[in-house]
């Protein structure tokens, strides 16, 4: 038998693509005791996490929870249970996780269409539209905040194309939730999901999904079961909502916890201002990486607050450079993901992690290691 | 704007189905920072974390890990991995969780082939043996330790006769992994999920899997892409393992620090000290319940030690009497499932919660009460 040491891990400033820090209030919350997923108690705590994520989410859907796994299964969850085989999607495409949604439409034998733009650009709805006169979706889908590229994507007017064309709106909103605007009912979204390890600054676990009334009335109107038994909105819904909860599987108490505390602190700082922090933040950093000599990759005006993709220069050292700001600082970078890998790095100031001491402390150690 | 007051859960005995009461090294271990999931440092603790499991499951298997969500979704990882839409399997029903999988065979597109037996027994080989007869299937799928009954399944034999017949073998040990002897490699077990907030006393949030080689075989013998993005092993496989470690999706960082410690607690008491004191725990319980009156539903033999399922006797207020001992003495037990709502208690006393002092508490409450 061999038995490893005490869980002893070095405390990390993350400034990489998530997970951010966790707000030290949450990390309390979560190491509240364990009660049971069925206790008045704990369907009395569902509540208020529903109520607090319509609101982060500025809806009024009643179709709001948090799925019980990480981001991506929220992304699974909108997707397997909107298209059946044979449906077909549309799919905007400028990064990893564009690519990953197409990747699961294929999966569920949806037919795939496809806009593309190149990494580090935005959708135009030029785009959408033109692609909206050759195919007749189901659901057009697209990503928000592409956390691989750093790229803030515009949605009102694609929204309206594809309402016009007579598909549901589906975004992924994993990285921007709780750092910039997402207005789920004004935008005319009709299915989004999050996640909680970047700008709700809980640790990673859970993804925050909500369906407007038309997602409802599409997934009712299915001839064939979901694909996925364990993301089954037709069955989550008699767990989370109802007179009578029924049991469907057993939800994760402490992420649900941690994720009560973490929309608490949301909803205590405001939305607004929270979005000001992390613009302010971004900024600060803006400053002190051009001074430095990094060139964002996105147009000002397309760029993330809370995730912050800078071109690395012609010779650097990608690799070495983030070991030493991890051994010696204790400060994650990202790395550049798929076609960016060794060319860009992802700065993340999410929720929490935006302050400026953060800022400081990485535009300070790159300044020494440079 | 509507804000919910502090996170104030009444502290709770939980000797329901689970989740149990997790160990307190195991909540205090959740709360350690975050780290990233990329860190060299969480490198290290995912690959002690497969170590810890590949003990506890009694396997050698390279391709062990937890899954990113809780039990049911194990349950699910299994069956998508490793069947196709077409191929036949042969499912063993004896309760909830085995209709479960029924389900799942039948959303994947596979073909089902049941065995079925009452609820409260167990799958007799003899059974297996006839149906084997009568279909050639990818698979023979059943529940060890049947958490809607209380049916310890024997597994041996049923597992040779799988194997015979050219099938895998693929069991459910949610609730006994850590409670009873799980022998994945002696009982010649391909596919294996558990849950962590049942035996080894961590919160709901994880599922430890394992498959074997000829399992892995299996599903890199696949013609089609695994269905679910989310559970495909063949992605995971390189975050979990190899050189090089990448990115699939975020890791639940505190559920696997959660993990990292209930196994480190399974493991420094050794299992078959904790088989033994589940069956002790068991045997106290028990006397004290038939002293007052409750009848074990399932013969003595095929009786789980950590979850209890008794009959309740005519005219009993079920309801009633369990909300009376949430109320008046925070424990929670747990209400029949299905077919046995209304006529079945089921009472768990599960890894940390097997303890002396928790039987004691149930069975002098249920003195004063009844």
């Known amino acids: ?18 997970p951010s820090n966790a707000h ?48 991506s299964a929220g992304m699974e969850a909108i997707l397997t249970n909107l298209l059946e085989p044979g449906d077909e999607a549309l799919i905007c495409v400028n990064g990893v996780f564009g690519n990953r949604m197409a990747d699961i439409v294929e999966r569920l034998g949806a037919k795939l269409h496809r806009v593309d733009a190149p990494w580090g650009k935005w959708i135009e709805p030029e785009q959408v539209k033109e ?70 600054s809980a640790p990673p676990g859970l993804a925050p999904v909500s369906f407007s009334d038309r997602a409802v009335e599409a997934i009712r109107a299915r001839k064939t079961k979901v694909q996925s038994w364990y ?33 608490r ?5 405001g939305l607004e201002s929270r979005f000001e922090r992390h613009q302010k933040n971004h ?13 964002f990759l996105v147009p000002e005006g397309y760029r993330l607050p809370m995730l912050n993709a800078v071109k690395l220069p012609q010779g650097f050292d990608d690799a070495g450079m983030r070991k030493t700001l991890l051994d010696r600082y204790n400060i994650e970078v990202g790395a550049g993901l798929g076609e960016f890998a060794g060319k860009v790095w992802r700065i993340g100031l999410m929720g929490y992690g935006s302050n400026e001491n953060h800022v400081n402390a990485l535009i300070s150690a790159l300044r020494q290691v440079l």
Not at 6 to 18: C, H, K, M, S
Not at 265 to 269: A, C, G, K, Y
Request: with cysteine.
């Open 1 to 18: 038998m061999t038995l490893p040491g005490q869980l002893n891990p070095t405390p990390r400033i993350l400034l990489g693509p998530g």
């Open 24 to 71: 030290p209030r949450v990390i309390r919350a979560m190491a509240t005791p364990l009660i049971g997923h069925l206790d008045p108690e704990f369907i009395g705590i569902m509540e208020d996490v529903k109520s607090m994520l319509q609101q982060v989410f500025r809806t009024k859907n009643a179709l709001t929870f948090p799925v019980s796994a990480t981001g």
């Open 131 to 200: 692609a909206l006169g050759k195919c007749k979706p189901k659901a057009v889908a697209i990503v928000h905040a592409e956390t691989s590229t750093g790229v803030l994507q515009p949605l009102e007017e694609i929204g309206k194309l594809a309402h016009d064309a007579g598909a549901l709106f589906l975004v992924d909103t994993v990285t921007s939730l709780g750092g910039t605007d997402v207005r789920v009912d004004d935008w005319g979204i009709d299915a989004v999901y999050s996640g909680t390890q970047k700008c709700l």
């Open 231 to 263: 993301l089954d909105t037709t069955m989550l819904i008699n767990y989370w909502s109802g007179e009578k909860r029924a049991y469907h599987h057993t939800a994760p108490i402490s992420s649900i916890y941690s994720l009560y505390e973490a929309l």
């Open 265 to 269: 602190i949301v909803l205590e700082e």
């Open 283 to 295: 900024e600060l950093l803006k400053a002190g990486l051009e001074d430095l000599g990094f060139e």
